[in-house]
């Protein structure tokens, strides 16, 4: 497999929008209403909203590609809204790690879990942090492989009138 990494920039818009929707969907559907999945799909990755966020210079959108077709993205963002205990380090938000379902379990996660990391580094931040919702077995297993740990805190993430629970991880870098 020839894998590369590239950042999303506006032009991708188009794909970054429909690879959202369709892993968002084959993630989570089943795990509340499809009226409540639709309007979700609608509200986080509708092309406007996906165009948006690829014009921020801060909201950083990668692509893992595969022979030049994109397989997954990753979305890092420095943004301490959502857990404002973070503030008393530098720390990065690992805001989306998905990856299409035909290429689970072929080692795409670690390349750009690995990617993230060390992006992290390169910029020094302290810490890479991350939300997952309870539920997410698998997910929840793969952070622990790549040395996630539970930091104890949680926030609500609703699916429309659905509620969820996500679990706050995090990893510290040494030194
Ligand atoms: C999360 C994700 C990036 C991980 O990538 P991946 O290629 O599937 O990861 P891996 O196969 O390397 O690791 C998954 C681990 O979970 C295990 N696993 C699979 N299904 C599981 C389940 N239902 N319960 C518990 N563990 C499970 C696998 O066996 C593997 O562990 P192992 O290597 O010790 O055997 C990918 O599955 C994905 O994109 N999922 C959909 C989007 C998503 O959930 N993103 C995260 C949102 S927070």
């Known amino acids: 497999m020839n894998t590369t990494i590239r950042r999303a920039t506006l032009k991708d ?28 799909l609608q509200a986080y990755f509708d092309l ?4 948006k966020e690829l014009a921020n210079e801060n909201d950083l959108y990668f692509f893992i590609e595969v022979d030049g077709v994109p397989a997954g993205y990753l979305r890092l963002m420095e943004d301490y809204s959502n857990f404002p205990l973070m503030k008393q380090w530098k720390a990065l938000e690992l805001k989306r790690i998905y ?10 996660a ?6 993230a990391e060390n992006f992290a580094k390169e910029k020094k931040f302290e810490v890479l942090w991350l939300g997952v919702w309870e539920h997410n077995n ?15 805190h949680t926030h609500d993430f609703p699916i429309g009138n659905t509620p969820q629970r996500d679990n706050w ?7």
């Open 13 to 40: 818009a188009v794909v970054l929008s429909a690879l959202s929707k369709k892993t968002f969907y084959d993630t989570f559907t089943g795990t509340c209403t499809e009226d409540d999945m639709q309007q979700f």
């Open 48 to 51: 406007d909203i996906v165009k």
């Open 99 to 108: 990856i299409d379902k035909l290429y689970h379990g072929k080692g795409l």
């Open 110 to 115: 670690q390349v750009l879990m690995t990617f």
């Open 138 to 152: 698998r997910a929840i297993r793969f952070y622990e492989k790549m040395g996630f740990k539970d930091s104890g």
């Open 169 to 175: 991880l995090w990893k510290f870098f040494e030194g």
